[in-house]
């Protein structure tokens, strides 16, 4: 009773503060929403002592124990922690903000000849990316450009906060579902409508997966997105929308795989955790290492 009501207080609050930073940022140009976000995030991450060991946890499997001294994780923690709260402030923002203006934060894009020729076929479209960089822009830009997109997510733990989010990543005519419910119009929509649907792929959750390397390392690793896209003849590609030093974004569309009937799930989701790994190593401060990813296989 005692720890429900806490967790009742404590999802009231997390309420009360986005819709205080929407009023705040209302008023505030992105560039300075973005450093605002920095140093909330840096605020934050003095109250995270279990999270920053969940970090430098992960660190330690995949990079090995004696890579980084204490004083780099710290450093290293910090620019993630930025990273985090950057990432926050941008998506409050983004909820208010017209989406001409969200879409100008994207100042480069390669690959998107891959959804156009999709799109001219009427064939569905599988994009798996992760928790990386700017990832709730990706549908909103693909949306603002005129295709099909679709988004599937986990309820969050408060239908308040659920609400917003939701709200959020659909105002401009994104479709989202559950990613726990079987959806008709889902299934629908990817044989006869040609959408095109985001899928994250990065974390160790309650959904069919197996265990194949990420990030060097076995990890449990959904299976969704391979299945979809062998069942429904869908294009399947990765997709990333990075920080770029100015302040601004590249969103990079890799090539679809090339797959046919007889390519195993498990051949595909060796495909996309490679490329999801190459782009952490090469931006890991941009990846979301604050989540225990590897929890099911290494103790």
């Known amino acids: 009773m005692k720890n429900s009501f806490f967790k009742k207080i404590r999802n009231l609050s997390i309420v009360v503060i986005i819709y205080f930073f929407k009023v705040i940022l209302l008023f505030l140009p992105m560039r300075i929403v973005m450093r605002c976000g920095e140093i909330f995030g840096v605020i934050f991450s003095f109250f995270m002592k279990k999270e920053k060991l969940i970090i430098c946890k992960n660190l330690d499997i995949v990079y090995g124990k004696n890579k980084f001294s204490d004083k780099e994780k710290r450093d290293f923690i910090i620019k993630n922690f930025k990273n985090y709260g950057r990432g926050l402030f941008e998506f409050i923002k983004i909820s208010i903000s017209a989406p001409e203006k969200i879409v ?7 690959g998107l000849e891959y959804f156009y020729k999709a799109k001219e076929e009427g064939r569905s479209l599988i994009g798996i990316t992760a928790h990386f960089g700017n990832w709730e822009l990706i549908p909103i830009y693909l949306k603002y450009k005129g295709f ?21 990543r659909t105002r401009i005519g994104v479709k989202a579902y559950d990613r726990d419910i079987v959806s008709r119009d889902m299934i629908i929509e990817l044989k006869e409508r040609g959408l095109m649907l985001g899928v994250l792929v990065d974390q160790d959750t309650d959904v069919d997966s197996i265990i194949i390397p990420f990030l060097g390392v076995d990890a449990k690793t959904p299976i969704g997105p391979a299945v979809l896209a062998k ?9 990333f929308c990075v920080r770029r030093p100015d302040g601004y974004y590249n969103l990079i569309i890799n090539k679809p795989y090339d797959i046919n009937k007889e390519d195993s799930i498990e051949k595909i989701v060796h495909l996309y955790n490679a490329d999801i790994s190459k782009m952490i190593m090469n931006y890991p401060e941009q990846w979301a290492w604050i989540h225990d990813r590897f929890k099911s296989v290494v103790r």
């Open 104 to 110: 100008s934060l994207v100042k480069e894009t390669n």
């Open 148 to 168: 099909n997109i679709g988004v599937i997510g986990k309820k969050l733990f408060d239908d308040r906060i659920d609400k917003i989010v939701y709200s959020a």
């Open 231 to 239: 069942h429904y003849n869908s294009y399947i590609l990765t997709l």
